[in-house]
């Protein structure tokens, strides 16, 4: 059973940084590819940012230069630093993970949205 624990959230100032983390467990996540998406209240899923299964790392053009994805331990688990951070990335940020990816095709934030398995998520909040 794949589970999927997020932390490292919390409030901070424009301007400042956090680093997310992902605890994956229940499957062998070096054969997965995986991501981090956002939600705010009364806005859309969005896809931050994303490794495929040869590592190669994508990004939402909103936090391109500013946050930087990376795991570790056969991606059982998952970082997200975020830097010089905004008070539009306030949100609450979830961790997904996509077993099937090789069918995803060019879309992987699509393919995670649709079919990966989600973490419960970790409130990130951005003063300004």
């Known amino acids: 059973q794949v589970q999927l624990e997020e932390s490292g959230g919390g409030s901070v100032q424009a301007g400042g940084s956090l680093r997310l983390t992902c605890a994956a467990s229940g499957y062998s996540f070096s054969s997965a590819c995986m991501g981090w998406f956002r939600q705010a209240p009364g806005k859309e899923r969005e896809g931050v940012a994303a490794?495929?299964?040869?590592?190669?790392?994508r990004y939402a053009e909103s936090v391109k230069g500013r946050f930087t994805i990376s795991s570790a331990n056969g991606k059982n688990t998952l970082y997200l630093q975020m830097n010089s951070l905004k008070p539009e990335d306030t949100a609450m940020y979830h961790c997904?993970?996509?077993?099937?990816?090789?069918?995803?095709?060019?879309?992987?934030?699509?393919?995670?949205?649709?079919?990966?398995?989600w973490g419960q998520g970790t409130q990130v909040s951005v003063s300004s």
């Open positions: 997904t993970a996509g077993i099937n990816c090789v069918y995803y095709g060019d879309d992987i934030f699509g393919g995670l949205r649709d079919f990966g398995y």
């Open positions: 490794i495929d299964l040869d590592g190669n790392t």
